[in-house]
């Protein structure tokens, strides 16, 4: 069975970085595309940035796009998003989610595997 476990998540300041880790654990690592999503209070999940199973293919959600990456190293069978200039708007739980389909997707019911989330919060 495959496992996901996020770390990194915590409280910062608007403007400050953070680095996501999502680590997999219990499958070929490299037969799977990897996204971040996050919820916060109230809201529906959405999506945040996806990789493919090689790595040479990424997306971003626009709200995020030139101040999140993400990126995987297979050899460590984890995948990262680095945050950077952080605003209040981006606190939620983030959740590491994946699956075997061979295609990154924006939809949470594309993914067969999720993780626990970590929070982010992130203050004015």
């Known amino acids: 069975q495959v496992q996901l476990d996020e770390s990194g998540g915590g409280l910062v300041q608007a403007g400050d970085s953070l680095r996501l880790a999502c680590v997999v654990s219990?499958?070929?690592?490299?037969?799977?595309?990897v996204a971040w999503f996050r919820q916060a209070p109230g809201k529906a999940r959405e999506f945040v940035a996806a990789?493919?199973?090689?790595?040479?293919?990424?997306d971003a959600a626009d709200i995020v796009k030139g101040r999140f990456y993400i990126s995987r190293d297979n050899a460590k069978d984890t995948v990262y998003l680095q945050m950077s200039s952080l605003k209040p708007e981006d606190t939620a739980v983030y959740y590491c989610?994946?699956?075997?389909?061979?295609?990154?997707?924006?939809?949470?019911?594309?993914?067969?595997?999720w993780g626990q989330g970590t929070q982010v919060t992130v203050s004015s």
């Open positions: 989610a994946a699956d075997r389909s061979g295609d990154i997707s924006f939809y949470t019911g594309a993914y067969e595997y």
């Open positions: 219990g499958g070929i690592f490299s037969n799977l595309d």
């Open positions: 990789v493919s199973q090689s790595g040479r293919h990424t």
